[in-house]
T-cell receptor, first 115, second 118 residues
Framework: GAVVSQHPSWVICKSGTSVKIECRSLDFQATTMFWYRQFPKQSLMLMATSNEGSKATYEQGVEKDKFLINHASLTLSTLTVTSAHPEDSSFYIC???????????FGPGTRLTVT | AQSVTQPDIHITVSEGASLELRCNYSYGATPYLFWYVQSPGQGLQLLLKYFSGDTLVQGIKGFEAEFKRSQSSFNLRKPSVHWSDAAEYFCAVGPHYYSGAGSYQLTFGKGTKLSVIP
């Protein structure tokens, strides 16, 4: 139980284009979803927190207009990287919590490369 | 502000040897404590967690961790390491209670990379 999926697992896009990453909770309803960014050999950096039906709460320094987060249902959250640039290349990981707010279940991550 | 320190960036052990990964935290009260493991190119998998009670907690894959309040530590141990344990290990802390503010955020350490020599 408590499986979180992400799609795509990797994506390559050209500079200036937008990319959407999906995060789904497969066997539970996710009251809250988190989006993290991980640079090579570094820890996870929380980008934003989203609750179903509400606007996402972004961490300081994260551009809201560049990283659009939509939490349309209790099983789906999307992260759209708009007008992507090479510096946006990174590993993006989502997580979700269900009935137990203390326990985050992580997706497998999405590798984004912007050329 | 809370913080998590994993003093060892990289540890190499021989297969079959014992392992201890260190984690120290700074927090205003007793936090909830977690250890996660990340294989290359993968997401994080929860190994174990401590909320309250017995300070020695057992997790998956033969791992255990001990909470020591006096030392603000939550070290991860395994008596005999397997080659498949090679991965990145993250310690994380979170609030002891659900504030009801809409989310429960974790603070992660920078991770310890474990290499295993066959």
């Amino acid at each position: 139980g408590a499986v979180v999926s992400q799609h795509p697992s990797w994506v390559i896009c050209k500079s200036g284009t937008s990319v959407k990453i999906e995060c789904r909770s497969l066997d539970f309803q996710a009251t809250t979803m988190f989006w993290y960014r991980q640079f090579p050999k570094q820890s996870l950096m929380l980008m934003a927190t989203s609750n179903e039906g509400s606007k996402a709460t972004y961490e300081q320094g994260v551009e809201k207009d560049k990283f659009l987060i939509n939490h349309a249902s209790l099983t789906l959250s999307t992260l759209t990287v708009t007008s992507a640039h090479p510096e946006d290349s990174s590993f993006y990981i989502c997580s979700a919590t269900g009935e137990a707010p203390y326990e985050q279940y992580f997706g497998p991550g999405t590798r984004l490369t912007v050329t | 502000a809370q913080s998590v320190t994993q003093p060892d960036i990289h540890i190499t052990v021989s297969e079959g040897a014992s392992l201890e990964l260190r984690c120290n935290y700074s927090y205003g009260a007793t936090p909830y404590l977690f250890w996660y493991v990340q294989s290359p190119g993968q997401g994080l998998q929860l190994l174990l967690k401590y909320f309250s009670g017995d300070t020695l907690v057992q997790g998956i894959k033969g791992f255990e961790a001990e909470f020591k309040r006096s030392q603000s530590s939550f070290n991860l141990r395994k008596p005999s390491v397997h080659w498949s344990d090679a991965a990145e290990y993250f310690c994380a802390v979170g609030p002891h209670y659900y504030s009801g503010a809409g989310s429960y955020q974790l603070t992660f350490g920078k991770g310890t990379k474990l290499s295993v020599i066959p």
